[in-house]
């Protein structure tokens, strides 16, 4: 019985021991370890980089959309200018397409100048501009009105 007693004291030693060791073993990997924390799995490095691509492929669409669009409106304004160069160098000659239909210079200068007149008149009559709304300046409804008539000339 004291033989089985000294090999439970032994073992009890030996485990004692033995879980001291492990323990240190276990700190020192701990440590090993830290030291590589920073550095990220391969699996997850891989996963970042195919969300990366996948971002990038989305960009790289919206971007070749976006510069179809541009070469679409570069085209239709290259031919508006070379429609507009074609025009000014017709011009230069004299030749144009008149706008308005007056035989001279005079009739649109007499029709432009009863339409002043009719401008004219309206501002006097105070029909160019009507304005519904009475309203006070600083309480008074009298500058109110002189405002809106000041503003309506």
Known sequence: ?????LA???LSAFVSFSAVKMQKELET???RLHKY??????EEYQ???ALDLEAMKRQ????????THLRTAIESLSKKL??????????SFGFYQPKYDFI????YESLLKKNRDKQKAMVKKKTAAICHSSWSVSGSEKEGKKMATNFLK
Do not use: F
Request: negative net charge; hydrophobic residues 35%.
């Open 8 to 10: 439970l004291i032994g």
């Open 29 to 31: 990997a701990k440590k």
């Open 37 to 42: 924390k920073h550095l990220i799995s391969q």
């Open 82 to 91: 070379t429609e507009l160069q074609e025009e000014d160098y017709l011009e």
């Open 60 to 67: 790289k669409l919206q971007l070749t959309k976006e510069e």
């Open 1 to 5: 019985m004291e033989l089985l007693v």
């Open 104 to 107: 001279s210079s005079g009739s």
């Open 47 to 49: 996963n970042e980089m």
